[in-house]
């Protein structure tokens, strides 16, 4: 760190009037130091006046932004070239990284998005100070395998957690894996959602197999699935604890305490936080619901309450970085793990021999509406919609293969490393992995060889003019293939299930609320990029029958036998292996 304090007024130079910070004192301090992650010539600095907010700033940026303030002043220039060629000022520590992630989330549930009714003051400012990434995708339409491509920079499918319940293949290379390998103090808190789904696995025991410590986590603070507001139980390291409060603020505060700690022993930190809100049933607090009672139902008011929560602790978890003093070089990374819940209704009728679906239904209208979303849903097998669209223009909801069943509320703040503004490069949950070799020193050999993601890095410098490597999706027997500004996509039909929707083109650009089906319209295009994604999902289904481990093969993970899993799985299993085959043999 190098600083240069300057009473520059004092000498005959005075701020000019259109500076874009007025002066506060006659008194300036010049920080700098050399960015990780940058080349030898990258300075950051940060230039303190009185009490004011510190602005950072990098290399000959910093020096005309202090020259627009003195006109008259050559110094800084020259102060600036000696530092960089002398090598006088020491390389920071790399930065520490923390992956927040929301549950069932909607693209336009922000108050920067202009949602209604809704007030989120902190992911605003996140927004303001950082990359605000509008068209980033989840890795699928649902939690795990969303999830598992955040953990290894692959596809869901590659990885064994093709839908919720099915866990990662204990062979993967794992995210948390490499920080740990790279000295980073690794921790996950809250929601885990990787691991076999089942009643003994609550909160989560150390004897599951694909508990976070077993894949690269030093420390945990966790939950199989969900937790809300009040009584709860989370697992750490393995050790039932009970809880009692907001779920969302309880994970954050305790995050903060392991950050802490680590920062006192000047020791990078890389934290997992995923919340368990605003997944359904949704129970806020009475304060948090009191904004929006008589502007919606009760049930949505609850789910906009969690977003309020979560939108609390984000505060929190950004004032605390700037207490330690490590704001400046802490990347926060805040997503959701798929699209928002739907505005329909949608009713399931099950006798134990037959199950229909009803999508959309008017349900909601049969439930008193006094009743909360988990007493509505045990009376009525109605998952009730939610108002106002979580979605905002966007077409779809979670589950969907639309782009408001995949996009998620999306900012990346990194003071040091990115310069706010809005970006409409097409990005996702695979690209995370690659980023952080990138930025973060991770080893290139920690994630597999085989993967889909593509290091952002760039990104956080400039708008690239197009994604060379096309982001592909599939789960659930829908799929899609973007392209940049072009998808192709064939969503479920979940009205009849193992049933698809006819295929579907768009131009997300020119339509983004995919409004205009332009299949006929483009049929060589349609035909150019099914053949791509043909290509791409054999190697998936290569991958998901093991071909990419040393081994050649899936091993077995040590889960407990579950039959509804098993058949699922062995289902999927033949599937994949007759599409080898087919190809293998023309």
């Known amino acids: ?319 605390s970085l700037h207490d330690m003093g490590i704001a400046d070089n802490t990347l926060i990374w805040f997503t959701s793990d798929n699209g928002g819940t739907a505005n329909i209704d949608t009713e399931i009728i099950d006798d134990g021999e037959e199950r229909e679906v009803i999508y959309p239904s008017n349900c909601s209208d049969r439930i008193d509406p006094n009743l909360t979303s988990l007493e509505a849903r045990t009376l009525h097998n109605c998952y009730v919609g939610v108002d106002p669209d979580s979605s905002g223009h966007l077409r779809g909801f979670k589950k969907d293969f639309y782009e408001g069943g995949l996009r998620g509320s999306t900012v990346v703040e990194w003071p040091v490393g990115i310069e706010p503004r809005v970006s409409n490069f097409p990005s996702g949950t695979v690209d995370i992995f690659p980023t952080m070799i990138d930025i973060a020193g991770l080893s290139p050999d920690s994630i597999n060889k085989i993967h889909d993601g593509i290091s952002l890095a760039g990104v956080f410098k400039e708008e690239p003019a197009r994604r060379e490597q096309p982001l592909g999706f599939r789960a659930s027997g829908g799929w899609m293939w973007l392209d940049n500004d072009w998808k192709i996509v064939r969503n479920p039909d979940y009205a009849n299930e193992d049933k698809l929707i006819p295929y579907e083109l768009y131009n997300i650009i020119g339509d983004p609320s995919e409004e205009r089906n332009l299949i006929d319209t483009y049929p060589e295009r349609a035909k150019q990029m099914y053949k791509q994604f043909r290509a791409w999902s054999l190697s998936v289904s290569r991958s998901a029958l093991g071909s990419d481990y040393p081994e050649g093969r899936v091993l077995p993970t040590g889960r407990q036998p579950d039959p509804v899993i098993d058949d699922r799985r062995a289902m999927r299993i033949r599937e994949w292996t007759a599409e080898v085959r087919d190809a293998e043999a023309h």
């Open 1 to 319: 760190m190098f600083c240069v304090k300057m009473a520059l007024e004092s000498h005959g130079w005075s701020p000019a009037k259109s500076a874009r910070e007025p002066a506060r004192s006659s008194l300036g301090e010049l920080c700098c130091t050399r960015a990780s992650g940058h080349s030898e010539l990258s300075l950051v600095c940060r230039h303190k006046r009185n009490k004011g907010i510190p602005m950072t700033m990098r290399g000959s940026f910093a020096s005309a932004y202090i020259k627009t303030l003195y006109p008259g002043l050559h110094t800084l220039s020259l102060v600036l070239t000696l530092v960089l060629f002398t090598g006088t000022i020491q390389a920071d520590s790399r930065p520490n990284v923390i992956l927040v992630m929301a549950d069932d989330m909607g693209w336009a549930q922000t108050g920067y998005y202009g949602y209604p009714h809704m007030k989120t003051p902190n992911l605003d400012a996140m927004a303001e100070n950082g990359l605000r990434m509008d068209r980033f995708y989840a890795g699928a339409p649902s939690c795990t395998p969303t999830r598992a491509t955040v953990m290894t920079g692959r596809t869901n499918d590659r990885t064994g957690a093709f839908r919720v319940g099915h866990s990662i293949n204990k062979q993967e290379k794992t995210l948390s894996t490499a920080f740990q390998e790279a000295g980073y103090a690794t921790a996950h808190f809250g929601k885990w959602h990787l691991n076999q789904s089942g009643v003994d696995d609550h909160p989560l025991p150390k004897k599951d197999p694909h508990n976070p410590g077993l894949l690269g986590f030093d420390y945990w603070l966790s939950n199989t699935s969900g937790f809300d507001l009040g009584e709860f139980e989370l697992s750490r390291n393995g050790k039932r604890e009970t809880f009692n409060g907001e779920g969302s603020e309880i994970i954050v505060a305790e995050a903060v305490k392991y950050i802490r700690k680590q920062a006192k022993k000047k020791k990078p930190v890389f934290a997992v936080i995923w919340y368990s809100a605003p997944h359904g049933p949704w129970t806020a607090s009475d304060e948090d619901i009191a904004p929006f009672l008589g502007k919606v139902d009760r049930t949505s008011a609850n789910m906009l309450g969690e977003i309020v929560a979560i939108d609390r602790s984000i505060g929190h978890l950004r004032e």
